[in-house]
């Protein structure tokens, strides 16, 4: 089966207007402008077979929406081929855009001022659905993603959590093979990030959509996806399993600990690298394998209330991943 | 299913959430309104001090009422706003999914302005036949042919008024001064079109000057036609200026589409 | 005209001002220097804006040549409007838009975002500081750059003073200054009643047209208009004090005491204003007498 998503050495390069500082820079900048390129992609290349769930993993401004955009075809290439569903996505028309769905983590498309049933029933008639597809369907992302009663409340009235599940919905009805979300858990509280990650992975199994999301949470991907993009700075750094990637660069975890009592710089040193103590908060570093043995033995010798266990925070695996060099394909 | 079919069905759609999110805001539609209305109403008032018991170029008192009321009405069935819209979605970035579904952003324009003029004119339609009752001035004739006239007059000029905003948004892709080029034009048609006082009580230099542009077909025209002053060879000249205009600014509508959407593939939004 | 999304969360409502006299409207030290630093603020991000300054400088001028074309259309019919001469009604148009650089530098920024605050939840954040609400609402913001257009409306009345060959006596300069501060204060007065509206009608978002519509009529004379709606604009809706009672007392129409008078008329009108400010806050917070 031919793959549903291919990029092959895709790039965009986009052109900033530079302008100096002051009263002449401004004047210069109007009268005759100089550019600057910016490579926001670098060459990127990989590909997706039908039924994948692939995260797109970066820091902010490593280049992750612009390839997404490039995918969904609100961009175009600078260089470099893309093909989704089969099409090119720059210029294709509705044949293409029935294939896809794309979810934006900041901006919504449902009605802000009617219920989203409303903007259900507006997809209805711009996808052409037939009426008992769209039942079936609405009835079966209405039990997925819980939605119930939130169909008939005006969208300003629902939680951040509750509008990104009726967004999933209203993006869904036509069944589009292909979905693009763009920071889909972005300010999301627990519960919500963990019902949307669970919906996606039943969703992928039902339906066998390809589903490419980016993020720049380590959750995200551990939930849904097993396969991981890392891509920073325009560049791909690694692309193949999350797991085996954190097994080989991110050789710590961070245990955060509150504690209820005073303790000493020293005492807690015997555990692991200090790596933040403001009392009552203590971050420590510990290899990975005796995370859990390591907390057990603070949870019994110290006077701590509270104790998680973390992975090191995404920035330090890419800066991690990028001085180690990893290649793109493990 | 027929592409007839499938396209009645999506502006059905389109059209009813705009009604309802009208619904929602239908206050603050009556207030956009009476500003909407205070500006012809002024117009009026001033221009009723000096015709005084005399004229003004041949119009009366009477004639100045019927021609603001007239004024009122076309204007709220022309009157189009998208060029604000389409600047805001361009900037805050809400151009995205639109582009990402198959549905060309203009259509939800239009619906909108179906909803919005469907509830507005209404609206004035009402006031102007209660103000009929008691004030003869301002009736009109009942002739079904000038009524049918003057409806597809003022469909044709609603929609280049359309494509003339929506252009204007669509620079908005280039410059930041979208809307200030949109309140430019609205200087200009304040004269040109007849919103301060019908074309021939401007100085004949500038009414000739505004005969040459688009700016008579956007208002003048369609008023002149309700309140009977239009006569056959204006009428005529009129229809071919409102779809020779129509034409060149759907094509001034294309051109910038087509451009700006590929510059903003070039640069995102 | 659609509503922006809000993001503001609701805090607990600040404490209720029933101790507070109407008819006195003390400002504090310390408010003045809460204001103070806010318009510093505002002076600095502003400044980083140069295009802003040209942009409003150019657009006032466009308004501007757009109103005297107006009024040329009106006169290549008469000679006199409302019994005014046209360059007398050119001395109206600068008042007119010295009057709209105050409203578009400190009003409409300030108490003209009253009503999408009452709606959000965020006046709850203004009842909680220590400065008088209304007070606060009304001069949080200064948008300096507008206040050209106070500069480009006098010189235009001065422009239009010359070419009527009139010079000002003292007195009448004296008349003009305060009728004109008046006119300032009735204009803030019809924003607070205006926007007091705002408590009673939550949902509508776009109070501020309402002033636009009905301001719409200072641009002319009020002689100009039919008896019913000078009597409207003089004593109910008071525009004719803001425009048209400066441009008489700097022209010598009227005589120099009507600045005393119009001075009279802004006390009033403030005073009434405050009362229904304070009325309509009080039923915001449920605050009882």
């Known amino acids: 089966m031919p793959p549903a998503i291919t990029a092959d050495r895709l790039s965009k390069t986009f052109q900033v207007k530079v302008r100096d500082p002051g009263l002449r820079g401004a004047l210069q900048a109007l009268l005759k402008p100089r550019y600057r390129d910016v490579h926001a992609v670098r060459e990127v290349t990989f590909n997706i077979d039908p039924g994948e769930i692939v995260a797109f993993l970066g820091p902010n401004g490593a280049g992750k929406t612009t390839t997404l955009k490039m995918l969904a075809g609100l961009l175009y290439p600078t260089s470099g081929r893309v093909a989704v569903a089969g099409f090119t996505p720059w210029g294709s028309g509705s044949e293409f855009k029935r294939r896809i769905a794309l979810v934006l983590g900041n901006r919504q498309q449902l009605v802000w001022d009617l219920p989203p049933e409303e903007t259900f029933q507006l997809n209805r008639a711009i996808y052409d659905i037939a009426e008992p597809d769209y039942r079936e369907r609405l009835a079966e992302l209405v039990a997925l993603l819980e939605l119930g009663d939130l169909l008939a409340k005006p969208v300003r009235q629902l939680s951040l959590g509750e509008r990104m599940k009726c967004e999933l919905a209203a993006a869904l009805l036509h069944r589009p093979p292909i979905l693009f979300l763009d920071e889909p858990t972005l300010g999301l509280d627990v519960t919500a990030q963990e019902a949307i990650r669970r919906f996606l992975t039943q969703y992928r199994d039902r339906h066998g959509a390809t589903v490419l999301l980016t993020s720049h949470y380590m959750q995200d991907v551990t939930a849904l996806a097993t396969r991981v993009l890392i891509i920073n700075r325009g560049q791909l750094l690694y692309d193949g399993a999350l797991a085996a990637l954190v097994a080989r660069i991110a050789r710590t975890k961070r245990i955060e600990l509150v504690l209820a009592d005073g303790v000493t710089a020293d005492a807690l040193a015997a555990f692991g690298d200090v790596k933040e103590f403001r009392f009552p908060n203590a971050v420590l570093e510990v290899p990975r394998e005796e995370a859990a043995a390591t907390s057990a033995r603070l949870l019994a010798a110290l006077p701590v209330a509270d104790l998680s266990i973390e992975d090191p925070p995404i920035e330090d695996v890419i800066r991690l991943a990028f001085a180690h060099g990893v290649a793109e394909d493990d | ?269 | 005209m659609r509503n922006a999304e809000f993001q503001w969360r609701v805090v607990p409502r600040g404490q209720a001002r029933g101790t507070k006299p109407i008819m006195t409207f003390r400002i504090p030290h310390s408010a003045l220097r809460i204001l103070a630093a806010l318009w510093r603020l505002n002076l600095a991000e502003e400044l980083q804006y140069r295009a802003n300054f040209v942009a409003s400088v150019l657009g006032t001028l466009f308004w501007i040549v757009t109103a005297l074309l107006t009024l040329a259309v009106f006169f290549s019919h008469t000679t006199r409007l409302g019994g005014w001469d046209y360059w007398e009604v050119v001395v109206l148009l600068g008042v007119f838009n010295a009057l709209t650089g105050v409203i578009e530098a400190v009003l409409r920024p300030g108490i003209g975002r009253l009503a999408g605050e009452v709606r959000s939840g965020g006046l709850d954040l203004v009842l909680a500081k220590p400065v008088d609400p209304q007070a606060f609402v009304s001069f949080r913001r200064l948008d300096i750059w507008r206040l050209t257009d106070v500069v480009l409306g006098l010189a235009l009345a001065g422009y239009a003073l010359h070419r009527l060959g009139r010079v000002p006596s003292f007195a009448q300069l004296a008349a003009f200054g305060l009728a004109l501060a008046a006119a300032a204060v009735v204009v803030y007065a019809l924003w607070v009643v205006l926007m007091s509206l705002a408590f009673w009608f939550v949902s509508v978002e776009n109070l501020s047209v309402l002033f636009d519509a009905v301001y719409e009529g200072a641009r002319y004379p009020v002689s100009a208009y039919p008896e019913a709606l000078r009597f409207l604009f003089v004593y109910l809706i008071p525009i004719a004090w803001t425009t048209t009672i400066p441009a008489s007392a700097l022209t010598g129409r009227l005589g120099p005491e009507i600045g005393l008078v119009a001075a009279l008329v802004a006390g009033v009108a403030l005073a009434l204003a405050r009362l229904v400010w304070r009325t309509a806050l009080k039923r915001y917070t449920g605050a009882s007498g």
């Open chain 2, 1 to 269: 299913m027929s592409r007839v079919a499938e396209w009645g069905r999506r502006y059905a759609a389109l059209i009813r959430n705009a009604w309802l999110v009208d619904l929602q805001y239908r206050a603050s539609i009556v207030l956009w309104l009476l500003w909407g209305v205070t500006e012809p109403a002024v117009a009026l008032g001033i221009w009723w001090a000096i015709a005084g018991d005399g004229q003004v170029a041949g119009y009366a008192r009477a004639d100045f009422a019927r021609y603001f009321f007239a004024l009122m009405l076309v204007n709220q069935l022309t009157i189009a706003w998208d060029s604000w819209y389409l600047d805001g979605w361009i900037r805050e970035g809400e151009l995205n999914f639109r582009l990402a579904r198959p549905l060309h952003p203009a259509h939800e324009a239009v619906a909108e302005n179906i909803a919005y003029k469907a509830r507005t004119a209404g609206m004035i339609l009402v006031v102007w036949l209660v103000v009929s009752l008691v004030w003869p001035a301002v009736r009109l004739p009942l002739a079904p042919g000038r009524w049918a006239l003057t409806a597809a007059a003022v469909l044709l000029a609603a929609a280049m008024r359309f494509f003339i905003s929506f252009t204007t948004g669509l620079l908005a892709f280039w410059t930041t001064r979208a809307t200030a080029i949109m309140e430019l034009h609205a200087g200009v048609s304040l004269f040109l079109s007849g919103r301060l006082a019908p074309l021939a009580l401007l100085p004949p230099a500038v009414a000739s000057a505004a005969a040459l542009s688009w700016f008579p077909y956007m208002l003048a025209f369609p008023v002149e036609l309700l309140t009977g002053a239009a006569q056959s060879t204006a009428i005529v000249k009129g229809f071919a200026g409102q779809l020779a205009w129509l034409g060149v600014w759907i094509a001034a509508y294309h051109l910038t589409w087509t451009r700006g959407l590929r510059r903003y593939g070039a640069v995102g939004g």
